[in-house]
Nanobody
Framework: QVHLVESGGGTVQAGGSLRLSCTAS????????MGWYHQAPGKARAYVAV????????YYSDSAKGRFTISRDNAKGTVYLQMNNPKPDDTGVYYC??????????????????WGRGTQVTVAS
């Protein structure tokens, strides 16, 4: 199976930048579509971005589009979320997740098989 650990969270000023990392272990990592979810305080977990197994196909939520970038380095077993121009509404816990399949549709169309424990992001004014 795939074990995921997020890092890179912290406090950032609105309009700044932050880069989250998700370190994966397991031989199946390079075959899994990966993505990020955001859970704001008192809110349900919401989809942010997804990347296919090779890194050549990505999709974003409307809120993340144009501000956030998801990428992966399979050789390093790492998925990233570059957060540019964060807003106060971006505050919350960010979770890394992996689908069973390698396509972005495998991630979007079904519950993720593997989850990290999350990393806290606070966007200050």
């Amino acid at each position: 199976q795939v074990h995921l650990v997020e890092s890179g969270g912290g406090t950032v000023q609105a309009g700044g930048s932050l880069r989250l990392s998700c370190t994966a272990s397991g031989r199946t990592f390079s075959t899994n579509a990966m993505g990020w979810y955001h859970q704001a305080p008192g809110k349900a977990r919401a989809y942010v971005a997804v990347i296919n197994w090779s890194g050549h196909s990505t999709y974003y939520s409307d809120s993340a589009k144009g501000r956030f970038t998801i990428s992966r380095d399979n050789a390093k077993g790492t998925v990233y979320l570059q957060m540019n121009n964060p807003k106060p509404d971006d505050t919350g816990v960010y979770y890394c997740a992996a689908a069973e399949g390698g396509s972005t549709t495998d991630f979007i169309g079904a519950p993720s098989k593997f989850w990290g424990r999350g990393t806290q992001v606070t966007v200050a004014s």
